[in-house]
């Protein structure tokens, strides 16, 4: 079946303008996260999706980052007034969360979007 | 805090030369350990996930283990195909979040 997507694959901005960045989860999936991969650097947790809700932003890194999801589908990261630093690949998971499980469910990964701000 | 650290950074074999890939973690509780496999320009792509001290798994000439303080990808007579990086992450059984904790890779480079 179709993984998880993400658009665009490539993208260029200047500094100082506001991105987009979408993310289309396997279907059924009800469990969305978004990753942040620098160069030379782990994968950096951003956000988790539970639903339309997310119990867990701890890993925004400023007010300028933000995220929704709606229908319980797709997913919008969203990132104002970029900064260089803010140079990446931000990647998107998806996983099929039951409620109640006690072992964990497997995370899987779109292709990244690039980033550039220059 | 939660921490992953792998070890070497980077490594490279001749074909057929097995060897192993240390992935140590620091966590309060351990919900679950992860593999994953990224090439150039890719996704991560999931390996295998261990739960608990002494379990392994494996799948073609990859076979993971797990300790209370660390996990081993051991390879086997590997191939040039098996050129990539390898991510250890760990989630915390503690704090509620679904979140992953990734260390930094191994950069696995196979000759022929």
């Known amino acids: 079946g179709a993984g998880v997507s993400q658009s665009p694959s490539n993208k260029v901005t200047e500094k100082g303008k506001d991105v987009e960045l979408r993310c289309d989860p396997i279907s059924g999936h009800t469990a969305l996260y978004w990753y942040r991969q620098s160069l030379g650097q782990g994968l950096e947790f951003l956000i988790y999706f539970q639903g339309n809700s997310a119990p867990d932003k701890s890993g925004l890194p400023s007010d300028r980052f933000s995220a929704e999801r709606t229908g319980g589908s797709v997913s919008t990261l969203t990132i104002q007034r970029t900064q260089q630093e803010d140079s990446a690949v931000y990647l998107c998971?998806?996983?099929?969360?039951?409620?109640?499980?006690?072992?964990?469910?497997?995370?899987?990964f779109g292709p990244g979007t690039r980033l550039t701000v220059l | 805090e939660d921490q992953v650290t792998q070890s070497p950074e980077a490594l490279r074999l001749q074909e057929g030369e097995s060897s192993s890939l240390n992935c140590s973690y620091t966590?309060?509780?351990?919900?679950?350990l992860f593999w994953y496999r990224q090439d150039p320009g890719k996704g991560p792509e999931f390996l295998f996930t261990l739960y608990s001290a002494g379990e392994e798994k494996e799948k073609e000439r990859l076979k993971a283990t797990l300790t209370k303080k660390e996990s081993f990808l051991h390879i086997t007579a590997p191939k040039p195909e098996d050129s990539a990086t390898y991510l250890c992450a760990v989630q915390p059984l503690e704090g509620g979040s679904e979140k992953l904790v990734f260390g930094k890779g191994t950069k696995l480079t196979v000759n022929p």
């Open positions: 998971a998806s996983s099929l969360y039951i409620v109640g499980l006690v072992s964990t469910d497997t995370q899987y």
């Open positions: 966590v309060s509780g351990l919900r679950g």
